[in-house]
T-cell receptor, first 111, second 117 residues
Framework: RKEVEQDPGPFNVPEGATVAFNCTYS??????FFWYRQDCRKEPKLLMS???SGNEDGRFTAQLNRASQYISLLIRDSKLSDSATYLC????????????FGSGTRLSIRP | GAVVSQHPSWVICKSGTSVKIECRSL??????MFWYRQFPKQSLMLMAT?????????EQGVEKDKFLINHASLTLSTLTVTSAHPEDSSFYIC?????????????FGPGTRLTVT
């Protein structure tokens, strides 16, 4: 079983739609969670951290469910510019620990 | 702030030669840096963790004698691909973990696209 698993995608949705991604992680000791966005042939960029209480940043909402060991990302009112690959990232508590990337979910927003 | 640069951004080399990639944290110190590799349509795979002043820690399956890592200062780590082969062609990305304790966020460099002919 992979340490971090994501919806494989690709998701192809119309502009304005709401889309949600899930990600599961296997290590219950994981403490930090992030969603990164990666555009084609570019480096990943932090989209948002994921907190236990859930957090929202504009059209983006992230949720963490420790009991079931999954995190989610919800995008509302999707824009063409949201088209990218979204990477789920999980990290253990120690700041020196490596982070584990999910395989990514490709999202394509059509006009 | 929190800018990481990589050099070169792309490189083409002949099979059998060596290529050095630099990763610099421009406005913060980073005792720990990470090197990743990404093949087309695949996710980033951690190759090694680079620690300033000590030997790098390599992930399983990554040859330490082929991928030489040197983290000589708190702002610079280098990855040397020795005796490169076409199968080493990939997108190599570094990231740096700021030494300030409050942050666990890694900052990524823009990546280096290596093509071995």
């Amino acid at each position: 079983r992979k340490e971090v698993e994501q919806d494989p995608g690709p998701f192809n949705v119309p502009e304005g739609a709401t889309v949600a991604f899930n990600c599961t992680y296997s290590n219950s000791a994981s403490q930090s969670f992030f969603w990164y966005r990666q555009d084609c042939r570019k480096e990943p960029k932090l989209l948002m951290s994921v907190y236990s209480s859930g957090n929202e940043d504009g059209r983006f909402t992230a949720q963490l469910n420790r009991a079931s060991q999954y995190i989610s990302l919800l995008i509302r009112d999707s824009k063409l510019s949201d088209s990218a690959t979204y990477l789920c990232v999980v990290k253990e508590y120690s700041s020196a620990s490596k982070i584990i990337f999910g395989s990514g979910t490709r999202l394509s927003i059509r006009p | 702030g929190a800018v990481v640069s990589q050099h070169p951004s792309w490189v083409i080399c002949k099979s059998g030669t060596s290529v050095k990639i630099e990763c610099r944290s421009l406005d913060f110190q980073a005792t720990t840096m990470f090197w990743y590799r990404q093949f087309p349509k695949q996710s980033l795979m951690l190759m090694a963790t680079s620690n300033e002043g000590s030997k790098a820690t390599y992930e399983q399956g990554v040859e330490k004698d082929k991928f030489l890592i040197n983290h000589a200062s708190l702002t610079l780590s280098t990855l040397t691909v020795t005796s490169a082969h076409p199968e080493d062609s990939s997108f190599y990305i570094c990231s740096a973990l700021p030494d300030r304790l409050i942050s666990y966020e890694q900052y990524f460099g823009p990546g280096t696209r290596l093509t071995v002919t």
